[in-house]
């Protein structure tokens, strides 16, 4: 790849979304690394001597199970700090095992690159998924079983998060921030209003928001 950014997009399609298994593997031993790796939620290929071949027959068996399947790249980002590309992908399959039901799904796929001979490669293929999306990819229904137990999961959570905090475990102190803020609000009161004291003369002073002073006798009676 010349420029990653703009090039995964042909590539995504002839490797993903492709119908010939010769135009897949023309591009996959095209754009991969002989040694590259590949990470999925239910199967992960190590960088090695021929791995590339162990990814061509996982992106091959996903054609077998679903020979419609299609990938659609929402957004892509290039950092170039790490040299990687990530992608937003939303993922349609139609699984041979369930003909009457299609099956969508998101991911975030990350692209490790590497230069060789000026063009950029992918050295390691990295992809993140839920839980929920990971079910209604493989196993449609089963997805929303899976999300009433993560919810069921999160409200649990949140129980033993309140027992533990009743018992002085990582508790919120509100005293301690209601005594906090009311002395920051005097605070600002009096920067705001001026600071008044009394001298011992019986004269008040009272310093105004511009920095001056104001005097005024008080309860000394004026001598002839």
């Known amino acids: 790849m010349e420029h990653p950014a703009k090039d995964i997009y042909k590539i995504f399609n002839l490797i993903d979304c492709v119908h010939s298994p010769e135009l897949q593997k023309a591009a996959i031993e095209k754009y991969f690394l002989p040694d590259a790796g590949f990470k999925y939620p239910v199967f992960q290929v190590e960088r090695g001597p021929g791995s590339r071949d162990r990814i061509l027959k996982l992106y091959q068996w996903l054609h077998i199970v679903s020979p419609r399947t299609k990938g659609v790249i929402m957004h892509v980002v290039h950092d170039k700090s790490s ?24 991911m975030l796929t990350r692209l490790s690159l590497e230069r060789h001979g000026g063009l950029q490669y992918i050295a390691f293929q990295e992809d993140f998924m839920h839980p929920d999306d990971l079910a209604s990819l493989l196993f449609p229904l089963l997805k929303r ?9 999160a409200i649990f959570l949140s129980i033993l998060t309140m027992v533990a905090q009743f018992f002085g475990i990582f508790a919120v102190r509100k005293r301690r921030e209601e005594d906090n803020k009311g ?4 605070r600002r ?8 004291a009394v001298t011992p003369d019986g004269t008040m002073h009272e310093e105004n928001g511009n920095g001056k002073e104001d005097g005024q006798k008080m309860g000394v009676a004026p001598r002839n």
């Open 183 to 186: 002395r920051r609000r005097e």
């Open 189 to 196: 009161r009096k920067n705001r209003n001026g600071a008044d």
């Open 83 to 106: 040299n990687a590309l990530l992608l937003d992908v939303t993922q349609h399959l139609d699984l041979i095992y369930l003909p009457f039901w299609k099956s969508t799904s998101r």
């Open 145 to 153: 079983a899976l999300n009433t137990l993560l919810w069921m999961a």
